[in-house]
């Protein structure tokens, strides 16, 4: 059982010269940006505000405060282990193995099917954009099998995928439903990925700079617009204007939409060995990054919530210009400008995720618990070549029959579920020297803090939410259900936390990252658990047939 949590040891030299370091600090910025800023603002923010209304700018703040505690915990391990891998190689270093691959299964997961609904999501506002311009794409020729299907099965009120079911070409029995543009801008990325950082560097930041400008703009536009009538929508519960008309919960069932748009941040520590001096560039690019796109995501929420009622984003995929359309504020010219950003903002989203899958493969085999091909690096563009050309092909063969809403929620919880195990693992770290010019996470004693801030957290909310709490144990109710028993488990771990803190005297940082990241779990529905389960367990069974048997720290320690 012992030999399935080995852990690694990491020097600061264990690292490939095979990769090329050119990225400085603004360069992981602006990679972050481009992976935070993208198909979380342009697509999933639209499902995201018709499930919790205005308040769910109190999500991103609870999304943002939890990301921010985890990148500190993210630096952390950056300053220490500067290799590539992100929190599959922190997890080696501080679970063993075993979980070290669960990590890196699940962040496999969420590059992999994050990519599938960005590639969705580009399609969708491309589509729409040439239609603005008057060129129309056959609908069969711009949505998947899956989505028409369901369209057509429940009667859906979409014209473009039930048309793309009455008018798709016969091959054979089957319906020929493709979605084109999502094959053909996965296939580009994977390209560009192909051919180096440097040139994915030089085209990523370009884009960014034209994307916050015209994200900016529509801030500034929308302000102008805004009807504060709109913040206190008449709530369909009570009857009365609220900030959260349709409940905490309301505002906690958004939360993959929420979340999706931080999944990015993750792809920046996978960057460590493109990175120049990893130990100090990617902790404050980490941190930066974050900050800016976080204020960006609250503004953006406070301008679309404020000027179009939350109801009316029901099925809205293109919400930054469909704020602008002639049924609400009617400013065609930043519909057209933002349906053409949209394009340029998804784009950067999928060249950071398809940067970051390659080198998590690359990663995993170096450590001989994947074949040896995927850490095949090619000999003039110095990238993860072969691990590049499969995630183009395992991104781009599941856009022919999957949907977004499945794939929205099956990345989200993989991502957070990642989150909390880098918190954890920073708390099981041992002390390290001091090095000038290092992030080193401060150490503040959460043995008194924690568990007076989480208890007295608890009773705050118990008066400000009292009926919250008198139907916590109903967890039969349809609605909130699933929601008031992921509660009661939250509960039950913190206050484990709690004495598990004043009795280890464990640093408050990465137990606030850590909390906040299980508490983001609660939005999470039975569903999403279960296809996550699914996943984990065709994991173990690779894991078992191939990574235990190779892995390279295994044969090594046999050989002792």
Not at 56 to 83: D, H, K, Q
Not at 97 to 117: K, Q, T, V
Not at 149 to 174: D, R, V, Y
Not at 364 to 386: A, W
Request: charged share 15%; net charge positive.
């Amino acid at each position: 059982m012992s030999q399935l949590f080995r852990r690694k040891i990491y020097s600061d030299t264990d690292t490939s010269t095979g990769l090329l370091r050119v990225l400085g600090v603004w360069d992981i910025v602006f990679f972050g940006i481009a992976a935070i800023i993208g198909a979380g603002s342009f697509s999933s923010l639209g499902e995201a505000v018709f499930r919790g209304g205005p308040g769910v700018i109190l999500l991103y703040l609870i999304c943002g405060f939890a990301c921010g505690f985890t990148a500190l915990c993210y630096a952390e391990f950056a300053s220490r282990i500067p290799t590539a891998g992100s929190a599959y190689t922190y997890a080696y270093a501080s679970f063993g193995e075993l979980i070290a691959w669960i990590i890196g299964w699940a962040l496999i997961m969420e590059y992999s099917f994050g990519n599938i609904y960005v590639a969705f999501s580009w399609s969708d506002y491309f589509t729409r954009f040439l239609g603005r311009l008057g060129m129309h794409i056959p609908d069969y020729l711009t949505c998947s099998y899956t989505e028409a299907s369901k369209a057509f099965k429940n009667g859906s009120e979409n014209k473009e995928l039930l048309n793309a079911w009455k008018t798709a070409p016969l091959l054979g029995s089957l319906k020929f439903i493709v979605d084109v543009p999502a094959l053909v801008i996965n296939g580009l990325i994977t390209w560009l990925c192909y051919v180096g950082v440097k040139e994915s560097k030089n085209f990523n930041n370009s884009l960014v700079i034209l994307k916050l400008g015209v994200i900016i703009l529509v801030i500034l536009v929308g302000f102008s617009y805004i009807n504060t009538d709109n913040w206190t929508p008449i709530s369909p519960v009570t009857g009365s204007p609220s900030f959260m008309p349709n409940g905490f919960a309301g505002v906690m069932s958004a939360v993959s939409g929420v979340f999706f748009a931080y999944i990015g941040f993750d792809a920046l520590s996978v960057l460590s060995e493109e990175t120049k001096d990893p130990q100090k560039t990617l902790p404050k690019g980490m941190i930066i990054s974050l900050v800016l796109c976080t204020v960006i995501y609250i503004a953006l929420t406070l301008v679309l919530t404020g000027m179009v009622d939350y109801k009316k984003f029901d099925g809205v995929g293109d919400p930054l210009s469909f704020i602008f359309e002639k049924t609400n504020a009617n400013v065609a010219w930043m519909e057209l400008v933002v349906s053409f950003v949209a394009i340029v903002a998804i784009t950067t989203v999928l060249l950071v995720f398809q940067m970051g899958q390659p080198r998590i493969w690359y990663a995993m085999s170096r450590d001989g618990l994947m074949p040896q091909r995927f850490q095949k690096v090619h000999p003039k563009y110095k990238t993860p070549s072969y691990a590049t050309v499969v995630t183009g092909i395992v991104v781009g063969i599941p856009i022919l029959f999957t949907d977004k809403t499945f794939i929205l929620d099956f990345t989200s919880i993989g991502t957070i579920f990642a989150f909390v195990l880098v918190c954890a693992g920073v708390l099981m770290l041992p002390a390290k020297e001091k090095i000038k010019g290092r992030f080193h996470l401060p150490y503040i004693n959460g043995k008194i803090i924690f568990p007076i801030v989480f208890i007295g957290g608890l009773i705050a909310f118990y008066y400000w939410q009292p009926e919250f709490f008198q139907t916590l144990m109903d967890w039969k109710d349809p609605k909130e259900g699933e929601f008031r028993a992921s509660i009661f488990f939250f509960i039950l771990i913190n206050i484990a936390l709690c004495i598990l803190t004043f009795v280890k005297n464990l640093s408050l940082i990465p137990l606030v990252g850590l909390s906040s990241c299980l508490y983001l779990l609660t939005g999470m529905s039975h569903e999403n658990w279960f296809w996550f389960g699914m996943w984990f367990l065709v994991g173990m069974v690779i894991y078992f047939c191939y990574g235990y048997k190779n892995s390279k720290l295994g044969k090594e320690l046999r050989k002792k």
